[in-house]
């Protein structure tokens, strides 16, 4: 397990800790997170990324008060580029969005400004933000993964530990597919609470054998790290095994506190060309 009890900014962190609710409004209570903390640990220079991609957050719990005090719902969705220094630990963000309960704004319009103006000085980057009615987030339906599913092989399993040197090549040349599986978990990094997760794998290059791809993922099951890292970690140690023409990686993450956190990064584009949303979701 990756070792960062001595990282300044995760001991400041709110996670793990007994918090109070905001009663009102309160943009200090974002706690941006380093990417650089992770990369270092996987030799990824920050100035020459080997991946691009994104990071897709939907927010379930978001309400404010209009000016007459009037309860207002919708579901948000948020979206980093992973070229953003920092990451906004997850806790804190939900601490943030429930600080919105008690306040009251002009209109829906002026609530998705002042969260993109927050969060994008928090990540250090444009973070994109879209406001849904929930009736309107409903015409969002769940969607089936794309690909292969390699659940059902029938594999022995005995290492709970990610080891790049799980993968194996299937000896059958060159390919383009693409595979998924539900079997993906990993803990938080400071809490070691669960995060579960179904993952996408596309590529193009040397035929990856199944059975062993599919022990590289159960093997992340005692991994503590954050669901961005994790995804980072599995496509790095991927195209280094492999050497891919191409690779996209993405993972849905299951909601926690009100959240799903949904990072994908790929060899060839920013954003992802998948529109899914699990019925774990």
Known sequence: MTDYTNAPELKASVLGKTTQYASQYDASLLHPIARKLNRDQIAVDESALPFMGEDIWTGYELSWLNLKGKPQVAVASFVFPCQSSHIIESKSFKLYLNSFNQSQFESSAAVQQILQKDLSEA????????????????????????????????IEVNIYSPQANILKSAGQGIVSETLHSHLLKSNCLITSQPDWASIVISYTGLQVCHESLLRYLISFRSHNEFHEQCVERIYCELMNTFGFDKLEVYARYTRRGGLDINPYRSSHQDKTPYSIRTNRQ
Do not use: R, W
């Open 123 to 154: 990540a250090n980057t444009h973070v994109s933000v879209t406001l849904y009615k929930p009736d309107d987030f409903a015409c969002l339906p769940f969607t089936d993964m794309p690909g292969q599913c390699i659940d059902e092989l029938d």
